[in-house]
């Protein structure tokens, strides 16, 4: 059943179906980078469609149907973090599952292999502030929080990669 | 190193490389939201009805509908059409078909999502629109609207229609409410901490249930509670997003319990699985256990590929189903399976 609103207009698309068809490849690269694997990136980009489905109306009628979308991903994936997935992400002493590009573009990598270790709600600051370029206020408006809690979870972050990389290169120099 | 250039780069660089897998079907998206809301309602809204008898073991339903536990499906009608099936009686409980409700077989005014009908009172939830997020509550009985409940104030209703729990919020305020139907009494209040209604934030609870007792219960991802009138709060350890019905598979989803607890319903597949995450399962079938005894569970099917989306209890004897022609949510019938008869029928609707 196609649900005809006004047209979305950072998209262009009129209809629910057309919006999932000229985003999921954006909010799956989103959600991959939040995830760090397939699986994960596939079940919640899925999750946050249904719920823009549930919400359509709200999403066409908002100035920015893609922040609003962002809000429910972001939301969606802090809320669905259960604690066992992310004790076992913890545990598990693995970089994340990298599977895309070349050999040769994974070594240059250094910082992805620990952003699963940043606990959700910092991964989720520092992928919506480096990847979608967001400022303090938009990542506040996405996660539902204060721009002052934004600030201090991105200090947290990039205080704890950049002990991270220090170890690393410690250890490895 | 500069760490934030640095963390640029490389969010683009693994961003770019993903190689994104074809994008989901939006019909399975869209009965992924329709399913999701049906669940919702459902939660609010346990169904009631009693089953005269336990059925113990497979069965085959006769004519049109045909299928056991065990055996493969054995589609004995190729139709998709529920309207196959023998026509019967007008639904003889409040109901809804598409986005209307019907009380008496009149039709109410407005879009709802969700009816339950026990002991003489139906609390019927109403829509605020297509996307809408905001519901109100209508309280029926015998037939005339008796009340309107707060908007979002996510009413719930005991099994057997005695009991009335819901959320009362004002500013900087809200409240845990116990009514008792049968004399319109409130049995109990208990603030809230207002910071944890209707919030985005983890700490978000909900009504989960009203126990026949007045017993509520109510939670989030955080924290799940349980309160009786009269009593004390207390921690319990269930999920609030299970129901609070044990003895039944664990893949059952939303069972509905008889009023009397004896036997529970569920949608499912010809094979007696209910996974909605399995899309394209069809849900064509509607499974009943009596509770704790897996011994007795027996599925009876509709016409193959048909697309069950609700269930309730009607009388003692009869559920009734809200049942697609298919998955792309091609007319709606109302459908009356008889546990006792072990047949299914259309019911008869405007």
Known sequence: MPLRTRAVPDTGAATYEEYVGARWTALYRTAYLLTTNHADAEDLAQAALVKTYLSWSKVAAAASPDAYVRRILTNEFLSSRRPLRVTREQLVDQPPEVGIGTPETHERLALWPHISALPPKQRAVIVLRYYEDLSEQQIADALGCSPGTVKSNASAALRSLRARIGTTEGASS | ?350
Request: hydrophobic fraction near 35%; include cysteine; aromatic fraction near 4%.
């Open chain 2, 1 to 350: 190193m500069n760490l934030e250039q640095t963390l640029s780069q490389e969010l683009s660089v693994v961003a770019a490389a993903i190689d994104a897998p074809p994008p989901p079907a939006v019909g399975a998206l869209v009965r992924k939201a329709e399913r999701t809301r049906t669940r919702t309602s459902a939660k609010r809204l346990a169904a009631t009805g009693t089953v005269a008898a336990a059925v113990v073991g497979a069965l085959v339903l006769g004519h049109q509908l045909g299928r056991t536990t065990s055996a493969p499906p054995t589609p004995t009608n190729p139709s998709h059409n529920p309207t196959s099936l023998p026509t019967g009686a007008a639904p003889r409980v409040p109901y809804i078909l598409g986005e209307t409700l019907y009380v008496d077989g009149e039709p109410q005014p407005g879009m709802w999502i969700g009816v339950q009908t026990a002991g003489g009172n139906t609390l019927a939830l109403q829509s605020g629109g297509p996307g809408s997020e905001t519901t109100t509550a209508v309280l029926f009985r015998s037939g005339a609207m008796l009340e309107r409940l707060p908007a979002d104030a996510e009413p719930m209703m005991s099994r057997d229609g005695t009991k009335l729990a819901m959320i009362e919020v004002s500013p900087g305020k809200a409240d845990l409410v116990v009514r008792d139907l049968t004399d319109d009494r409130e049995l109990g209040r208990l603030p809230l901490d207002p910071a944890t209604v209707r919030s985005d934030s983890e700490a978000t609870v909900h009504l989960t249930a009203v126990d026949d007792d007045g017993t509520v219960h109510w939670g989030g991802v955080l924290v799940n509670r349980a309160w009786k009138p009269g009593g004390t709060p207390v921690d319990v350890a269930e999920n609030a997003s299970t129901p609070p019905v044990k003895g039944f598979p664990r893949g059952a989803v939303d069972v509905r319990l008889s009023p009397d607890g004896r036997l529970g319903a569920w949608l499912t597949d010809r094979d007696g699985r209910s996974d909605p995450r399995a899309d394209p399962t069809y849900l064509d079938a509607v499974t009943v256990q009596v509770p704790n005894q897996p011994g007795t569970r027996f599925t009876l099917a509709l016409p193959e590929k048909t697309d069950l989306r609700g269930i309730s209890w009607e009388t003692t004897t009869d559920v009734l189903l809200t049942v697609f022609e298919d998955q792309q949510g091609t007319r709606e019938h109302l459908v009356r399976c008889s546990v006792k008869e072990r047949e299914c029928e259309v019911a008869r609707t405007p």
